[in-house]
């Protein structure tokens, strides 16, 4: 099993403290630390404003979710990946297919919540079979089912395959009846098995087809009605158990119109229902929720392809609404999923204020059918989002964006995530349907049931992040800062020094004319156009500003209760015949502890620059307390505290490292 470590596109996940840290009540006044280290991450897919008050870090809320990623796949060898499913743990598991000595063979692999690739599995077989299409459906316990079919000595035949959360295959069955018959779709089932439908059968009929959870034939039936010339093309199973399949069936102008059965889990036929435009009409998915069934395709004529979603009473087997999707150019529909109290449908758009020829194209809709957003995505080369599933944990989507690589994107359910889109021009109309009730006829065949030995192997898959984000170090001697870019995903760089000055070098040095505080941002850009900004305020210096006196730089120098004691490593263990005040540790890196004899009490202290700008203040109402500095950029900073029940001030000064 091959387990290759990879990042998707998403934004880290960032722990801060508070910068105060205190025994007992604090009052916080305002307070803004330029010597902090602020990130604005900024890139099509984040936007993270950090905001401090009081010593307290205030995050904005995000315009989506942390997990977001987009991560692309690519192979030494053939890779095309035809479908997704998102697992309620957070995991991904994609399907698709390879070529290996001229036969296509089936690939399975495995993403983490956060875009990582944990295993990537080719299931291959000692025949000569031919895998095209394909399904894949999870279980309770994240076991995945995967459907594809085969030829096998000049017959098609249907293969299911059962694999674990580690892809390690549980066991594969190939099912025929000798008709040549096509298998479109799969569920999984509330007893732990599957069901599927498909036709191409005795008389053109229709089929569904129940297996059990180890792979057993358990019933397989042909569903025809008075044109016997139907299809199977998707499948759901309701609450309580009753199975739902929804195909096409050739009306009496010789087009195709949606064609929809209710069962029985004996496979026995509640009833039966029939819609259709007047252009041919094909269903490509279907999702049941509180009592409606919701099924998505296509209707077709000569010249145009317009998505159509429709809404029925599973009891009554009424049709609520169809809606057609229209827009001044072609759009055809993929998949749909429903989450919550939305509808997503995914597919392709041709554009003439897109990206390339044909973009990918998400549209969430209500559950009565009004438009709440549609967007496309793309890029110069032709574009479609084959699959989506959704959950809690975002939408997944499967695409070929970006110069034609498969990739797997995790977005908000609010369609944000992606590092650029456009707002596409769809509207949602209602379209003009022809409903009649047909008499199904219905008969039980035999099915041939054969194990089928699928070995899996490593493959070898490239999984590229296309995450991009801003990071860097630096170190400052007097007025030259020096730039360590740490950056991941870039191709581009821009610097601003904050003094007017910019350069788009990878790691530049720079000299600052002035002594003063200065915010330094780079922003850097993928080869997709994602950009990503981190900001860092520092404090420049020049030496002779460090040889100030610090009643030169503090206010209310003439008030002191005491002086500093020069010491040769400069640090400030003040003392006077009144009490002792301890700072330390001196230099110092995380935390800078403040200390009076017991009896006396730390009123407040005040944080000033090098420079003595006022950074902050805050009440201790202690004999101890501290303040975190760990945030603050190196160099020389001073204090000033403030004893209850004494007129003056204490001033210090501290190294921060």
Known sequence: MLSIQSKGYHSAQTSWQPLLLLPSHSNFNNFCVCVLNCFINMNRFTFFILILLGFNFVTLPECISQNIYVTDYSSTNSLEIFDVINLLNGEVVALGS??????????????????????????????????HN???????????????????????????????????????????N????????????????????????????????????????????????????????????????????????????????????RLDMQGNVIWEM????????????????????????????VLNSMPFVSKINANSKRLVWNKVLTSATTKSLLDMDIFNNSLTISGLINSNNGYGN???????LDLQGNLVKSIVVGDAANNIAKAISSNGNGLVVLSNLYNGASNIALLDNDLLGYCDYKLSNIQVQNQVTTANNLKP?????????????????????TANNLTVNADFNFTINSKQIALNNLSAGAVNYSWDFGDGSAVNDASPNHVFANSGIYTVCLTVTNAMGCTSTKCVKVCIKAPNDLQLGIDQRLPNANNDIDKPKKTNDDTPHLTNDILKINAYPNPVINDLNFEVAPGSTISSVSIFSGNGQLLGNTHMGSSKGNISVADFAPGVYLYQVKIENQNGLINGRFIKN
């Open 134 to 176: 394909g399904r894949i459906v999870a279980d309770n316990n994240n076991n995945t089912a995967v459907l594809a079919s085969t030829v096998d000595v000049g017959k098609t035949k249907t293969v299911v395959v059962k694999v674990d959360n580690l892809g390690n295959v549980v066991w594969s069955n190939k099912y025929n």
């Open 358 to 364: 044909d973009d990918a194209s998400l549209t969430k």
């Open 441 to 461: 006829s219905i008969f039980s065949i035999g099915v041939i049931e054969e194990k089928h030995i699928l070995t899996p192997s490593n493959f070898n898959v």
């Open 274 to 301: 029939n819609y259709g435009s007047s252009a041919n009409d094909f269903v490509r998915s279907i999702a049941q929720k509180d009592g409606f069934i919701y099924l998505a395709g296509n209707t077709q004529s």
């Open 98 to 131: 390879t070529i290996n000595g001229g036969k296509k063979q089936l690939v399975l692999f495995k993403n983490d919540a956060n875009g990582k690739l944990m295993w990537a599995n080719k299931l291959f077989s000692s025949s000569t079979d031919y895998y």
């Open 178 to 261: 000798g008709q040549g018959e096509v298998t479109n779709d799969i569920a999984a089932t509330n007893d732990g098995g599957y069901v599927l439908t498909g036709g191409g059968c005795i008389g053109n009929n229709l089929f569904v087809h129940k297996i059990s959870a180890n792979g057993n034939s358990q019933w397989f039936r042909l569903i025809g009605s008075t044109t016997q010339h139907e299809m199977g093309l998707a499948v759901t199973q309701l609450p309580n158990d009753d199975l739902v399949i929804a195909g096409t069936t050739l009306n009496a102008s010789n087009l195709q119109d949606v064609i929809v059965f």
